[in-house]
Nanobody
Framework: QVQLVESGGGLVQPGGSLTLSCTGS????????MAWYRQAPGKARQLVAS???????TYADSVQGRFTISRDNDRQTVYLQMNNLRPEDTAVYYC????????WGQGTQVTVSS
């Protein structure tokens, strides 16, 4: 059974930083492209960043240069380091193994507000 457990969200002021973590189980994590998505109220879910098993990364234009995705295959965990956060980054963040279309974590809320 594929499972994802996300953590690390919270309330932060503009310009602040947060690191999200997502630990996966029930699939071959080391081979899987892992991604972070986010969904703000009233908006569609959007891709934030992804990382392949060979550590190739992609980023949405809106987070390029501020967010960094990484992975630790020994811990079966993917991270999203978020710096210089903006109010428009406020959303529920989800991790997602790209091969498993219907599998999503429970999400973690990130709120950027003064």
């Amino acid at each position: 059974q594929v499972q994802l457990v996300e953590s690390g969200g919270g309330l932060v002021q503009p310009g602040g930083s947060l690191t999200l973590s997502c630990t996966g189980s029930g699939f071959r994590f080391v081979l899987e492209t892992m991604a972070w998505y986010r969904q703000a109220p009233g908006k569609a879910r959007q891709l934030v960043a992804s990382i392949t098993g060979r550590l190739r990364t992609t980023y949405a234009d809106s987070v390029q240069g501020r967010f960094t995705i990484s992975r630790d295959n020994d811990r079966q965990t993917v991270y999203l380091q978020m710096n210089n956060l903006r109010p428009e980054d406020t959303a529920v963040y989800y991790c997602h193994p790209e091969s498993y279309v219907l599998i999503w974590g429970q999400g973690t809320q990130v709120t950027v507000s003064s």
